[in-house]
């Protein structure tokens, strides 16, 4: 059984950078792609970021390219999300989120199976 959880959210201001880690344990990830959701008072969950199992494709929603940089070090089976100039319509929970479905698979933005219980991001304008 796989268990991810996430740390590094918190309270910024507008302009200001976050970084988010997702520890996994319980099965190695390093053959399986691996993302970032978030989900904002209201609002369904949405895909923010997916990075393939080796490291080399990375895939973002457009409303944070530029501005978030999502990485993996499987060394230490874990994943990153970097988010800079934040905006207050960032403000949501942030899941990581694994998908072993496929070993070696693309990177989706749905279809994930195992999921971490969230950390709080929230943005001041």
């Known amino acids: 059984q796989v268990q991810l959880v996430e740390s590094g959210g918190g309270l910024v201001q507008a302009g200001g950078s976050l970084r988010l880690s997702c520890a996994a344990s319980?099965?190695?990830?390093?053959?399986?792609?691996m993302g970032w959701f978030r989900q904002a008072p209201g609002k369904e969950r949405e895909f923010v970021a997916g990075?393939?199992?080796?490291?080399?494709?990375?895939t973002y929603a457009d409303s944070v390219k530029g501005r978030f940089t999502i990485s993996r070090d499987n060394a230490k089976n874990s994943m990153y999300l970097q988010m800079n100039s934040l905006k207050p319509e960032d403000t949501a929970v942030y899941y990581c989120?694994?998908?072993?479905?496929?070993?070696?698979?693309?990177?989706?933005?749905?279809?994930?199976?195992?999921w971490g219980q969230g950390t709080q991001v929230t943005v001041s304008s």
């Open positions: 319980g099965r190695t990830l390093s053959s399986y792609p």
């Open positions: 990075v393939s199992w080796s490291r080399g494709i990375t």
């Open positions: 989120a694994a998908d072993t479905s496929v070993a070696f698979g693309s990177v989706r933005t749905r279809g994930y199976d195992y």
